[in-house]
């Protein structure tokens, strides 16, 4: 059993025990249990629901492993040849790692 599902404006294809990184939940903490209705597709073994646009009564329930997690860094370098212009700036996007407890449809 597998659901699509929309969490902070992301979508995610997500099955029981899967531990996967989703953008940075600001009010998450370690252990803490939570849950995502936002369900767009449900497939019940060869069953799937499509929701318009959600699934009634679907949920998927998770757990925060780590609520803050840095991923790579991206270097953003701009520069215009012969005008003497170069910026050079880097980025760290956040993360929260969440494990996948169970998909409820």
Do not use: W
């Amino acid at each position: 059993m597998y659901a699509i599902v929309e969490i902070n404006g992301q979508q995610f294809k997500v099955e029981e025990g899967k531990k996967i990184f989703v953008n940075h939940i600001r009010e998450a903490e370690e252990g803490q249990t939570v849950e995502f209705d936002k369900v767009l597709l449900v497939d019940n073994e060869g069953a799937i629901t499509v929701g318009t646009p959600t699934v009634e009564g679907a949920k998927v329930v998770c757990e925060v492993i780590n609520p803050l997690v840095k991923g790579e860094k991206v270097i953003v370098f701009k520069m215009k040849r012969r005008k003497d212009y170069r910026k050079k700036n880097g980025h760290r996007q956040q993360y929260t790692q969440v494990e996948i407890k169970s998909v409820i449809a």
